[in-house]
T-cell receptor, first 111, second 112 residues
Framework: QQPVQSPQAVILREGEDAVINCSSS?????VHWYRQKHGEAPVFLMILLKGGEQKGHEKISASFNEKKQQSSLYLTASQLSYSGTYFC????????????WGAGTKLIIKP | NAGVTQTPKFQVLKTGQSMTLQCAQDMNHEYMSWYRQDPGMGLRLIHY???????DQGEVPNGYNVSRSTTEDFPLRLLSAAPSQTSVYFCASSPSERQPQHFGDGTRLSIL
């Protein structure tokens, strides 16, 4: 089952903050976050693993609530370069590492 | 350092034709995967491989075959193209499972 991302889209002014959420109905081992700009390939942002380990960029922060199977990506002091579509990929405990991806959150940053 | 290279970048096929999408990586990654991305949707896993000689089905494997004879190459074969296979196809690789994936630039495939 596909994880649910919210919101579907958000428009910000440069410098504002945003939170993107990803929720799964299944128990997760890890959550992966990627950003995709129009016409380009997805680019890795962050991996959050069960147990608290994180791998990713220093300027990106995220959380993973293992009890609720939810993850949130925090974008602070947004820059124009943050624009794009953000996808979460969920790694379920019962799936032998097959990432199931959400439909994406489109982020538009205006000057 | 090329990373993940996909060819071709664009392709138009007629229904019933077959073709192979090529994917090569030069990072000595064990894990490779093929995804399709349809408009307004996330990525869907077609097939994946955890090493040379080992492949497995993903979420949407029907109509596609893969093989992994070398660490570097992971071709995706469309057996008999159907309009429902019109999509953007991405190949990705990572050192192992649960590591950051590096994506190729994608192949935009249209089936008429």
């Amino acid at each position: 089952q596909q994880p649910v991302q919210s919101p579907q889209a958000v428009i910000l002014r440069e410098g504002e903050d945003a939170v993107i959420n990803c929720s799964s109905s299944k128990a997760l081992y890890s959550v992966h976050w990627y950003r995709q700009k129009h016409g380009e390939a997805p680019v890795f942002l962050m991996i959050l693993l069960k147990g608290g380990e994180q791998k990713g960029h220093e300027k990106i922060s995220a959380s993973f609530n293992e009890k609720k199977q939810q993850s949130s990506l925090y974008l602070t002091a947004s820059q124009l370069s943050y624009s794009g579509t953000y996808f979460c990929g969920t790694d379920r405990l019962d799936s032998n590492y097959q990432l199931i991806w959400g439909a994406g959150t489109k982020l538009i940053i205006k000057p | 350092n090329a990373g993940v290279t996909q060819t071709p970048k664009f392709q138009v096929l007629k229904t019933g034709q077959s073709m192979t999408l090529q994917c090569a990586q030069d990072m000595n990654h064990e894990y490779m995967s093929w995804y399709r991305q349809d408009p307004g949707m996330g990525l869907r896993l077609i097939h994946y491989s955890v090493g040379a000689g080992i492949t497995d089905q993903g979420e949407v494997p029907n109509g596609y075959n893969v093989s992994r004879s070398t660490t570097e190459d992971f071709p995706l074969r469309l057996l008999s193209a159907a309009p429902s296979q019109t999509s953007v196809y991405f190949c990705a690789s990572s050192p192992s499972e649960r590591q950051p994936q590096h994506f190729g630039d994608g192949t935009r495939l249209s089936i008429l």
